[in-house]
């Protein structure tokens, strides 16, 4: 059995990403991973139509961090991409985020004046929760914050997250806000677009590395053991090395303390004989519909392809843990985390375990910011060894 300095579990862009910093400092790396491909749910891959799709949803790249932007693109160049999404509402199509062009597409001949009200009350370029607006005094502003809740927000969130928007975490929301402003991309990040080559294409080469084992089709499970002294346990040896964990932090544990929740997906791809099925990269249907959200691979990615088109339809439900669900999304809420932090201080008793990603940390991150995180993880573990 070969020795390895460092092991981590999940090849997502978490677990891809100290990989390869603790294999550039030297460090020989055993990256575990229990699905057959690498790149977590950022995976892309081509259908039978001819097609790159995500098979685990739209995955679109933003941040506003450099030092992540100048990392990646070692490993890709760039499309330039700004996603734009644009809401179903009875037919009628306008930005989402809700903006000042949305306001015309909505209230026609009055749009003038509620905007200029709006502009009045917060500023322009401003970004407004929905929680927020609906707490204004103005009645034609609270009218208009109704009118918001009700057609973009209500039914969305029902369906991705079975409560209404107010019962939810109110960060998930402000991720949505109402944006006093012309511009109707979805993110207004200084980085933004989609990895040239798609995202599989990124983690082959960030994988790429002498010092990296990579193990698929392997579960943590079979290749590590947790005792109760706080000692893992590598192929049955004891491994004193840093092992960086991805996966959920409840299954690491067999679940003891209850299960974590989390919302699941079902996906839904339709190729199509068609050039182009709809005008945008992301439709969302806030107000009718069982899905949340139509995306048309070919707008994101930038494949040209005669006559065919793919697109994905979203179904979101509970995670009910049975084999081959896959979590998705934390659900964000004070019991909940409380639940988390048991399972983050048990792993505390092993003194070389790091949970990172964000299923790991129990948290709603973009991949920005799990690059952003893995970089400092690394970092830290870097720096540990030489001190
Ligand atoms: P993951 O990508 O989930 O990787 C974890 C890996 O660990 C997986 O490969 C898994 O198989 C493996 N693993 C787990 N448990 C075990 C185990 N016990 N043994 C072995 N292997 C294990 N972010 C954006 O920035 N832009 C977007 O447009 C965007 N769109 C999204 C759309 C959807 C539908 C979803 C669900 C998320 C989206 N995200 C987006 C978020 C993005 O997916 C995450 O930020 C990113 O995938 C997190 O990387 P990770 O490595 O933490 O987790
Ligand atoms: N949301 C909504 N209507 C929309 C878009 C978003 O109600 O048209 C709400 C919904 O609660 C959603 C949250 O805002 O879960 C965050 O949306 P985002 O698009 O960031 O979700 P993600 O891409 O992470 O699924």
């Given at each position: 059995m070969a020795n390895f300095d460092a092991v981590i579990v999940g090849a997502g862009f978490a677990g891809a990403t100290v990989a390869r910093?603790?294999?550039?400092?030297?460090?020989?790396?055993?990256?575990?991973?229990?699905?057959?491909?690498?790149?977590?749910?950022?995976?892309?891959h081509t259908d039978a139509a001819g097609v790159l799709v995500h098979q685990y949803?739209?995955?679109?790249?933003?941040?506003?961090?450099?030092?992540?932007?100048?990392?990646?693109?070692?490993?890709?160049?760039?499309?330039?991409?700004?996603?734009?999404v644009v809401a179903n509402v009875h037919g009628q199509l306008m930005p989402v985020p809700f903006n000042l062009t949305s306001l015309d597409i909505a209230y026609e001949g009055r749009a003038?004046?509620?905007?200029?009200?709006?502009?009045?009350?917060?500023?322009p370029e401003r970004k407004v929760t929905?929680?927020?607006?609906?707490?204004?005094?103005?009645p034609e502003l609270a009218q208009l914050a109704d009118y918001v809740y009700e057609n973009i927000f209500k039914t969305y969130t029902m369906k991705q997250w079975g409560q209404r928007p107010e019962d939810i975490d109110p960060a998930t929301t402000a991720r949505v806000p109402v944006f006093l402003s012309r511009d109707d991309r979805y993110f207004q990040d200084p980085y933004q677009g989609m990895p040239l080559d798609g995202y599989t294409a990124l983690f082959e080469k960030l994988l790429d590395h002498p010092n990296i084992t990579l193990r698929l089709n392997t579960?943590?499970?079979?290749?590590?053991?947790?005792?109760?002294?706080?000692?893992?346990?590598?192929d049955g040896q004891a491994f004193k090395g840093p092992v960086v964990y991805t996966g959920a932090v409840d299954d690491l544990f067999q679940r003891r303390f209850g299960r974590l929740p989390y919302r699941t997906l079902d996906f839904e791809f339709e190729t199509l004989p068609m050039e182009w099925y709809q005008t945008h990269g992301t439709?969302?249907?806030?107000?009718?519909?069982?899905?949340?959200?139509?995306?048309?691979?070919?707008?994101?990615?930038?494949?040209?392809?005669p006559k065919k088109t793919t697109i994905v339809k979203e179904y979101s439900k509970a995670y009910t843990g049975q084999a081959g669900e896959i979590p998705y999304y934390a659900i964000i809420a004070p019991e909940n985390l409380a639940l988390y932090r048991r399972y983050a201080d048990l792993a505390g008793e092993y003194p070389n375990l790091y949970l990172l990603g964000r299923?790991?940390?129990?948290?709603?991150?973009?991949?920005?910011?799990?690059?952003?995180?893995?970089l400092e993880l690394a970092d830290q573990i870097n720096s540990e060894k030489k001190g």
């Open positions: 910093q603790l294999a550039e400092a030297g460090k020989t790396v055993l990256l575990v991973e229990g699905r057959d491909h690498i790149g977590g749910n950022a995976y892309d949803g739209p995955h679109i790249f933003h941040t506003q961090h450099k030092r992540v932007y100048d990392y990646l693109s070692r490993f890709t160049a760039w499309r330039d991409y700004q996603h734009r003038p004046e509620l905007a200029r009200k709006l502009l009045e009350a917060y500023g929905i929680l927020e607006l609906r707490q204004s005094s103005d579960d943590a499970q079979e290749a590590l053991t947790f005792t109760q002294v706080g000692t893992i346990l590598l439709v969302n249907y806030t107000v009718d519909q069982p899905y949340t959200r139509i995306t048309e691979f070919k707008h994101l990615t930038g494949q040209e392809l299923l790991a940390e129990y948290q709603y991150y973009n991949m920005d910011a799990i690059v952003l995180r893995a």
